[in-house]
T-cell receptor
Framework: AQSVTQLGSHVSVSEGALVLLRCNYSSSVPPYLFWYVQYPNQGLQLLLKYTTGATLVKGINGFEAEFKKSETSFHLTKPAAHMSDAAEYFCAAGRGGYQKVTFGIGTKLQVIP | DGGITQSPKYLFRKEGQNVTLSCEQNLNHDAMYWYRQDPGQGLRLIYYSQIVNDFQKGDIAEGYSVSREKKESFPLTVTSAQKNPTAFYLC???????????FGPGTRLTVL
């Protein structure tokens, strides 16, 4: 069974500092990979996704992620944190078709003024 | 605008009562899902449906039931058999090609 691991359930960064949220997946076949953001009491919103092609994926709000097959990783980064980035972030993996999507446990990002 | 709607946003019920959460989508997606979210536990899959009139149990289906009579609708019933129903419930639909999921705004259920 596929699994998704997010290192760090809570991450704190200063405003303007680099944001790095880690995600590793376990799979012998590279899956489709997603990052979602969730603000309090709201649904999840897609930040970015990797399906095929370019391994560096750019998303909304200045976020990007790089698919590294050799490291089975899909870490999310943003050069400079903004207060509005404070939220919970979920990494997910799927295979397409009639397969379920596997979500990581989530990482809460705190941005310190 | 296309999207997923869930109603109501907040729901309060007495212990022992069944309650049905609504989920509607106009994205023309085949697959729909129900997740439960509790603090610190991420998203846990309750039920999913890939086609009308068919659905499968997810990881925590006990105490829940669903129906899929129309492509657009996937209501979830939380029965009195669910031991701890207070939680945030999220409905989603997806594109089968990549499983990219589109989420509704959620329903927060509180059982008193």
């Amino acid at each position: 069974a596929q699994s998704v691991t997010q290192l760090g359930s809570h991450v704190s960064v200063s405003e303007g500092a680099l944001v790095l949220l880690r995600c590793n997946y376990s799979s012998s076949v590279p899956p489709y990979l997603f990052w979602y953001v969730q603000y309090p009491n709201q649904g999840l919103q897609l930040l970015l996704k990797y399906t095929t092609g370019a391994t560096l994926v750019k998303g909304i709000n200045g976020f990007e992620a790089e698919f590294k097959k050799s490291e089975t990783s899909f870490h999310l980064t943003k050069p400079a944190a903004h207060m509005s980035d404070a939220a919970e972030y979920f990494c997910a993996a799927g295979r397409g078709g009639y397969q379920k999507v596997t979500f990581g446990i989530g990482t809460k990002l705190q941005v310190i003024p | 605008d296309g999207g997923i709607t869930q109603s109501p946003k907040y729901l309060f019920r007495k212990e022992g009562q069944n309650v049905t959460l609504s989920c509607e989508q106009n994205l023309n997606h085949d697959a729909m899902y129900w997740y439960r979210q509790d603090p610190g536990q991420g998203l846990r899959l309750i039920y999913y449906s890939q086609i009308v009139n068919d659905f499968q149990k997810g990881d925590i289906a006990e105490g829940y039931s669903v129906s899929r009579e129309k492509k657009e609708s996937f209501p979830l019933t939380v029965t009195s058999a669910q031991k701890n129903p207070t939680a945030f419930y999220l409905c989603a639909s997806s594109i089968l090609a990549t499983n990219e999921q589109f989420f509704g705004p959620g329903t927060r259920l509180t059982v008193l």
